[in-house]
């Protein structure tokens, strides 16, 4: 079956510094996202993307962060410099066309230390 | 206001017991709902989902969810748990059709063997 491939799994990196989170969507979806979920909260809608750009984003999707599909395959959220309060578990999820086949990632655990 | 609320952040059950997870929603708007399990480890799977049609779904593996407008809920159900049921669940919505999924708190399933 079809997966949404993420990584690293786990990340560890020193407050102030960039971060690039890499996904792999599924080859035919169109429809891009990324979520959240501090330890122990609710998983958090950040970002969708659809066509190269930005459909819809939360008030958590601040101007440190940015997403783009570089090269057709991979979809990468950046976090410009990173704060204690990022860490959290970041899923990358793609759908064929909006709530169908709404496919998650396994996530990438984001450490700030 | 539009939320989702799952009241039960753990529920310890006996194997082979029958099993209810409780998911309520606030919306003036149509929704569409899902519940999603996230077994120790793993990303988010996608159990079963109600878009339209009969209001009672099922899932593969024994669960099912019905969906009650009046009492704007969406509870999951199992008549008899098994100890690889061992997970956290997820109830998600889509108010109006929109592509981005509000998530509630997580209710964390424990099978008591």
């Known amino acids: 079956e079809p997966e949404v491939t993420q990584t690293p799994s786990h990340q560890v990196t020193q407050m102030g510094q960039e971060v690039i989170l890499r996904c792999v969507p599924i080859s035919n979806h169109l429809y891009f996202y990324w979520y959240r979920q501090i330890l122990g909260q609710k998983v958090e809608f950040l970002v969708s993307?659809?066509?190269?750009?930005?459909?819809?984003k939360s008030e958590i999707f601040d101007d440190q962060f940015s997403v783009e599909r570089p090269d057709g395959s991979n979809f990468t959220l950046k976090i410009r410099s990173t704060k204690l309060e990022d860490s959290a578990m970041y899923f990358c999820a793609s759908s064929v066309g909006g709530l169908y086949g709404y496919t998650f990632g396994s996530g990438t655990r984001l450490t700030v230390v | 206001a539009q939320s989702v609320t799952q009241l039960d952040s753990q529920v310890p059950v006996f194997e082979e017991a029958p099993v209810e997870l409780r998911c309520n929603y606030s919306?003036?708007?149509?929704?569409?709902l899902f519940w999603y399990v996230q077994y120790p480890n793993q990303g988010l799977q996608l159990l079963l989902k109600?878009?339209?049609?009969?209001?009672l779904v099922e899932s593969i593996n024994g669960f099912e969810a019905e969906f009650n407008k009046s009492q704007t809920s969406f509870h999951l159900r199992k008549p008899s748990v098994h100890i690889s049921d061992t997970a956290e669940y997820f109830c998600a919505v889509s108010f109006f059709g929109n592509e981005k999924l509000t998530f509630g708190t997580g209710t964390r399933l424990t099978i008591i063997p």
């Open positions: 919306s003036s708007v149509s929704v569409y």
């Open positions: 993307f659809y066509n190269n750009e930005i459909s819809e």
């Open positions: 109600y878009l339209s049609g009969s209001t």
